[in-house]
Each structure stands twice: as C-alpha cells, then as structure tokens.
C-alpha cells in the first residue's frame, strides 16, 4: 500500500510514519519544502500539489496545519490557524479529486475542539458543533475535505483529544515542569480531559486507513479524566509530588484565548465509533498508557 502524508514530521505523523514503514507499506511525505529524493512530493496549503506523485496513492493522511495550543492566541496566529486547517485541507481534498487514479480513502486529522465546552456530559459523534473560535475553526475545515468525498473518495475525520506521548505534544511539556516538583492542577482542576496514547492514536489511525469508516470519528481513550486525576496521574508516573494549582488568570495571560478553549475546557468525549468497529484499545487506562509512553520516550 502506497500512502501519502501530510505532517509526516510531527509527533502524530512521524509515529504514523513508523508504524506504516514498519509493515512494508511505502509512505509519500508531503512537504512544503523543496522534495529531497523520491519518497517526498510538493505541496502548498493554499496554494497546489505535486498531483502527478499522487496519481495512484492508495491512501492519504492530512494532518498538516498550525498547532492550535503552539503560541499565545493573537487575532494573528488565530488567522494562521484557520488558514493553515481549511485552506490546507481545500487545497488537497480539490486536488484528490481531480486524479485520474484517485485515493481509496482520505484522513482528514481533525479534533474534539468541534464540540466545545461540554461540562460534564458524555458526547459522541452524534453531538452538535459547540461555540467558541476552534468549534467553528474545525467545522469549516471538515467541510473543507467536501470536494474529496464529492468525488467518490471515502473521507474519515479523526477527531482527536489529547495525545500522550513522552517526547511531544502537551505531556512533553509537562512532564520537565512535573520532575522538577512544579507540577500542579488548573484552577479548580474539574474540567474534564478525552485523552489517548500515541500508541492507541496510530492503531486507529490505521484503522481508519484499512478499514471501511468514514465521517467523524472520536480518537479519545474511554476514560476519561478531570484536570485533577490527570495532574495526580501523571504526578504518580513521575513519583513527584503536584502541590501547585495553576490559576486561569495566568494561563489567560501566557495563552490568550486559548486558555478557555484548550486549556480549561471541560470535554467528555467518548470514543463510540471506534468501540462499535470493535476497537481494541490497548492503553484505556490513565496510568497505564502512562507508563508505557513515558517508557518509550
């Protein structure tokens, strides 16, 4: 299987990467940069694609744009996000479906920001799109993928919560401040987190690319916790104490808005779409998918 990809240097996509090489599949990295040798093609969000590298891919995972939690929320780096997520996505889902030998199926990395602030109720798929600047940000950017699924290609949306690897995204950021004994809940800590393992993250991303889902699809393990259990969890895998507790007027003053949308916002996602495929999550559990991603750091 021939797999093109979007993000291939990330955390996310680096994983995926392995993983797929792993089995003997071939993977096109997509960069914006110029191609360094056959394994990589040309693109520019918002702008075109090598198409003639895609004709014949049997795969493509999207999963390039700005980090939303990466800076401090200026109305600038707002407009760097959306931009980055749907005119991206636009651009490759439009140039997919122009091929002559299209794509079986295309991942489109999406997010559980879609619901928005959801308190503590359970939601699923079947949710409405919730308020707020990322809600709406990953709605325009999963319609973006329209013009793909017009023409016949089966378009999967993960949405994903909080990954947990030990070398990246938000716990590699934690985890030099919990060492140190500076770790601590924010605020209140009730806020719930839907978090996954890399580990589970890469398998169901496997899934969506061999499989027959298409639509949005939770990637968040099946429990989740409060910010609370989440400092404890991770205090535990450390064998640090966590004494502090992180106000929201500070985070608001280092992260802007962000703060109310990715930091202290409360969301209990669970996973049904994956759970009814019958999923075999390997790491359900807080602790456990932190000792094991901590381990392989």
Known sequence: ???????????????LTTSLEGDGHQVLRLVRREPRGPGEARWRPGGDVDVDALEGVDAVVHL?????GDKRWTE??????????????????TALAGLSAKPAVLVC??????????????????APQGGGFLAQVVADWEAAAGPAADAGIRVALPRTGVVLAGAGGMLGTLLPLFRFGLGGRMGRGRHWVSWISLTDQIAA??????????????????????????????????????PWVV?????????GGFADEGVFI???????????????????????????????R
């Open 76 to 93: 600038r780096y707002k407009r760097e996000i959306r931009e980055s997520r749907v005119a991206g996505t636009a651009t490759l889902a």
């Open 205 to 242: 991303l496997r899934l969506l690319i061999e499989g027959d889902l298409s639509g949005p699809v939770n990637l968040t393990a099946p429990r989740p916790v409060t910010n609370a259990d989440f400092t404890r969890a991770v205090a535990r895998a450390v064998r640090r104490p966590a």
């Open 109 to 126: 990395g999406s997010a559980i920001g879609y619901y928005g602030d959801t308190g503590g109720r359970d939601v699923d798929e079947e």
């Open 64 to 68: 390039a744009g700005a980090g939303v």
């Open 266 to 296: 409360s969301q209990r996602v669970l996973p049904r779409r994956l759970t009814e495929a019958g999923f075999p999550f390997a790491l359900p559990d807080l602790d456990a998918a932190l000792s094991k991603e901590l381990a392989v």
């Open 247 to 255: 106000p929201r007027f500070a985070v608001r003053l280092a992260a």
């Open 1 to 15: 299987m021939k797999v093109a990809i979007t993000g291939a240097s990330g955390l996310i996509g680096g994983a």
